[in-house]
């Protein structure tokens, strides 16, 4: 991938497009000043890109590329939200900045996303203090229907990224829930998060399609209206940008309790006796969860949580339970009111964090057999209905032509001991195979379990 | 195809043959004596077998979303002693509410189903005739070689009476669990003489007109790729359901696999124990999952290849019920004599039962569903289908679900279950409440009897763990 020489390219095509139709609003003169002036902040993000299915266990990498723009001197790097979204996660990300017309690749980190705009935010690693060019933005621009604005972006991949620009206008002054304009023409790929100009070259914000607030957006526009995101939604997180996305080894920083719950519907309440309906059903409790650790049990009516009453009469209502729950602080101790055999009896629990899942599971590339294997996560366990005394790593994917290929181990299988050595954590799994690259036997014997079944696999590495 | 189809093609092949019948002659009579022979054998021994030939239309039970059903089955099968015993599949005669045999001259019995087997997938019938029937005999299976021809007999997509011709491709093919059948206690013959849908439960004849396998498998999509139950085997089983009307066998809770799956040393004797059954009595006992079995009562047992399993699996079933074994293991490198309780292995086809003003069907839990759902013991009934729109249904409960309490009470039986169906039929009462497994989770169902019909179910997703 190269970023040629951007000018150059870029005053071409402006030339074309300022010539064929836009010359009244933006002379080709103005354009290429523009455009010089905010290129360089502009930068292609490589990353890649992790799908996984839950339930074969299988896993899909490919790799990812996205427009960023640098909105800080020292590194901040803006995006659209889509690479943090659920049930994907994406990872090794570089930067990729042109200085001095000459291309730099950065390694970056991810930070927390922002709850409320569906944007990503992103530091530049570098050993050195950095100074790059960055984008200032214009607060409050206050834009009018049909007004053109110019757009900054890159071409797709198979053209090398090059730098491209687009012209548009307003479509649609929306007014609520707060000003945002539509513009007029479909956003390609490599336009999404770029800059927006006005006539005067000052930037109002970026492109990008509305989803926030934990990707349920106020303004729904999955159907595809490209809108500006204008400064004001985010200027708040470049002059006080979000932390870098914790690695915590225990869990999530969400509380946990550890029950499914079912709503008390009439009916139910009718059957058990129960004056009013209302209240939460404790259908299951986890094994080992605080739940099970504050003596709660199967068939207890939640009615009052923390001082705030319970009334889930659908099942759509165990969500906002969940939803509560989670937002409250692992570790606090909490009352919780319930009904046992139509008793009222308070018990005090103490809420966990919740388990790491599946997404966030630490995985490891064991070269000399050929499989990546990774913990297994309390989700995996419901999951697949696992029992306590499984214990082990599972394996998520099988390398082509390896000893595990050759052996047929399946992905989804679930390693429980390698040669003598019991493996219950990624870390066991991990100087097990630490000790077999030492001794460098002929064969190992891999005790496993596939379904409900175990068995052995041996393996024989090629050394 | 259909059987006009079928008529062109064959005054086709008629007018084609006269031009070609030539040709053929001139290019056969170089091995005259040979050709000679063989068709003699073949005549012969498909003039043994064809009087004990029986085309077998069993009315079978079916359970179909919910509900149960009779349909139509065809099969085949064959004639073993005079006064009527018929040998065929368990998956031809199982399950069946009648079943009508054609004998060779298109006389009609109805057989009675004497027992079943579905382990190996046998069943024998017996049908009630004035005169004494012409039988077919069992040959030795120890005896085949690959290569030898062979004959099966039966009614190849219900057409009686067909003979077809090949010769037996392999003595002793292991299919372990290939395509869900299992055959844990013997090997099969795989041979290319056509077997088709409706061969199931005939005859695999030898040239000395002897049965030396019941035809049972064809792989799908294969051509002439057939499995038949060898008749050592058979003979064992049939003799057993005519003597107690089922196999009884013992179990100790023990998976196996190869040595070959632990070492390359062939001089190292023994199996592999991969698994060890919950709460079964090699459990029990203390033998581990990675243990090898030597021997049991100074029996050495050896299984280096896999197709050598079914007979270590088959010296377990066949100890004696509810008696002590003795086991000689090792562990690493030490050696353990251990001893365990035979225990009788439990049905591996629970049965099924519909309930019908519920709108479902379920099954009996098998040590093996209580295994792969997790439960510490044998306890509930599994649901096998619901009535789309039926109280089951509408209550929220799926095929798969475990039944494990009805109103407090703990669902320990499919007979237990269907008395207290009938309970709370009797009594009307408005509310029954299951207490349901699905997966790793349970929850509640309240079934209201009332609201059939104008019950509204909220399709949201029913529950998320917090």
């Known amino acids: 991938m190269l970023i040629k020489s951007f000018v150059s390219v870029g005053l071409l095509t402006i030339l074309l497009l300022v010539g064929v139709s836009y010359a009244d609003d933006f002379s080709p ?14 930068c292609v993000l490589k990353f890649t890109q992790t799908a996984l299915d839950p339930r074969t266990g299988e896993e899909q990498q490919q790799p990812g590329s996205a427009l960023a723009v640098l909105v800080s001197a020292d590194g901040l790097l803006m995006t659209n939200g889509y690479i943090q979204r659920e049930n994907i996660s994406s990872s090794n990300f570089r930067a990729v900045v042109v200085q001095d017309e000459k291309e730099i690749e950065y390694q970056a980190t991810l930070l927390e996303k922002p709850r409320d705009v569906n944007l990503s935010f992103l530091r530049i690693k570098s050993d050195s203090p950095v100074n790059l060019p960055y984008l ?15 757009i900054l972006g890159v071409m797709s991949e198979n053209m090398d990224f090059h730098p491209s620009l687009s012209l548009a206008r307003i479509a649609a002054v929306l007014e609520q829930p707060r000003t945002t304009y539509c513009i007029d023409i479909p956003l390609k790929l490599g336009a999404v998060t770029g800059p927006v100009m006005n006539k005067q070259g000052e930037v109002i914000g970026v492109t990008g399609f509305e989803l926030s607030a934990n990707e349920g957006g106020d303004l729904y526009t999955r159907s595809g209206h490209p809108m500006i995101f204008q400064s004001g939604l985010f200027m708040h997180y470049i002059n006080n940008p979000p932390g ?27 059957y058990w006796g129960i004056d009013k309906p209302g209240g939460l059903i404790v259908s299951t409790l986890v094994p080992d969860s605080p739940a099970e650790a504050a003596g709660l049990q199967v068939g207890d009516i939640i009615r009052v949580f923390d001082g705030q009453p319970i009334v889930a009469v659908l099942d759509r209502d165990v969500l906002s339970f969940t939803k509560m729950v989670r937002a409250k602080e692992a570790g606090a101790r909490l009352p919780v009111e319930i009904l046992r055999d139509k008793e009222p009896l308070t018990i005090e629990v103490i809420l966990g964090r919740r388990p790491r899942s599946t997404q966030e599971a630490d995985e490891y590339t064991d ?5 990546v ?4 996560t309390q989700d995996l366990r419901t999951l697949f ?14 390398i082509s032509g390896s000893a595990a290929q050759i052996a047929r181990m399946q992905p989804g299988i679930i390693i429980m001991s390698l040669g003598n050595t019991a493996v219950s954590s990624l870390e066991d799994y991990k100087e097990a195979i630490a000790a077999i690259e030492h001794e460098k036997p002929l064969d190992i014997s891999v005790f496993a379990r596939a379904g409900t079944a175990t068995g052995f696999f041996r393996l024989k590495p090629r050394w | 195809m259909n059987m006009k189809c079928c008529m062109k093609m064959r005054s086709v092949l008629r007018n084609a043959g006269i031009a070609m019948g030539l040709s053929f002659l001139l290019f056969l009579s170089g091995c005259t004596t040979l050709t000679n022979n063989m068709q003699e054998q073949v005549l012969d021994a498909k003039r043994k077998i064809i009087p004990s030939l029986v085309h077998i239309r069993p009315v079978k039970e079916v359970f179909v979303q919910g509900k149960r059903q009779e349909v139509l089955a065809l099969g085949s099968g064959f004639i073993i002693s005079k006064d009527g015993y018929v040998v065929t599949n368990e998956h031809v005669a199982g399950e069946s509410s009648q079943v009508i045999c054609v004998l060779d001259d298109n006389t009609e019995l109805e057989a009675r189903v004497i027992g079943t087997d579905p382990d190996t997938d046998i069943a024998v019938l017996k049908l009630e005739s004035d005169q004494a029937l012409a039988f077919a005999r069992f040959g030795s299976s120890a005896s085949l070689e690959s290569g030898d021809f062979v004959l099966a007999m039966g009614s190849p997509h219900g057409l009686s009476r067909s003979a077809s011709l090949g010769i037996i491709s392999l003595t002793d093919r292991y299919l372990g669990e290939l395509g869900g059948i299992t055959a844990p206690y013997n090997n099969w013959i795989q041979t290319d003489a056509a077997i088709n849908k409706g061969n199931s439960g005939g005859p695999l004849v030898n040239l000395k007109g002897e049965v ?6 064809a792989m799908l999509g294969a051509e002439n790729v057939g499995f038949a139950i060898p008749a050592d085997s058979a003979r064992e089983i049939v003799d057993a359901i005519i003597a107690h009307g089922r196999v009884q066998r013992s179990s100790l809770g023990l998976s196996f696999q190869e040595m070959h799956a632990k070492t390359d040393d062939k001089t190292v004797k023994g199996v592999v124990i991969a698994d060890v059954s919950p709460l079964s009595p090699a459990a029990e006992s203390g033998v581990k999952a990675g243990d090898v079995l030597v021997s049991i009562n100074d029996k050495k047992v050896n299984a280096y290849y896999e197709e050598e399993l079914p007979a270590v699996r088959k010296q377990i079933a066949d100890l004696p019920v509810n008696e002590k074994a003795v086991l000689q293991i090792l562990r690493g490198n030490e050696p353990l004599s251990i001893e365990a309780t035979t225990e009788e292995k439990m049905a591996s086809k629970g049965t099924q039962v519909e309930f019908h003003e519920w709108g479902f069907t379920a099954m009996e839990m098998t040590p093996e569903l209580a295994r792969r759902a997790q439960l510490p013991q044998r306890q509930g009934i599994l649901v096998s289908g619901c009535t789309p729109g039926g109280l089951a249904a509408v209550s929220g409960i799926v095929a798969g679900d475990i039944l494990l309490e009805m109103d407090d009470e703990p669902i320990s039986s499919l007979t237990q279950f269907d008395e207290l169906y009938r309970k709370n039929l009797a009594a009307h009462k408005k509310y029954v ?11 509640f169902a309240l079934m209201n009897t009332d609201a059939l019909g104008d019950a509204v179910i909220d399709k949201e997703i029913l529950e998320y763990v917090d």
Request: charged share 30%.
């Open chain 1, 29 to 42: 003169e103005k354009v290429e000043t523009f455009f010089k002036k905010w290129s360089p902040t502009l």
């Open chain 1, 136 to 150: 200032h933005f214009l607060e409050n621009a206050a834009m009018k229907l049909g007004e053109e604005v110019a």
């Open chain 1, 244 to 270: 870098e996305r914790l690695e915590d080894d225990s869990g999530t920083e969400e509380a946990w309790l550890g029950v499914f719950t079912q709503p008390l519907k009439e009916e139910y309440a009718e």
């Open chain 1, 367 to 371: 070269e000399t057999l050929g499989i």
């Open chain 1, 373 to 376: 294997v990774r913990e297994l």
């Open chain 1, 385 to 398: 209905n696992l029992g306590e005394d499984v214990q082990g790593v599972i394996v998520r994917r099988v």
């Open chain 2, 212 to 217: 030396i396998g019941i035809n049972t498998l």
């Open chain 2, 433 to 443: 409440m299951l207490f349901v497994k699905r997966g790793a989770v349970t929850r």
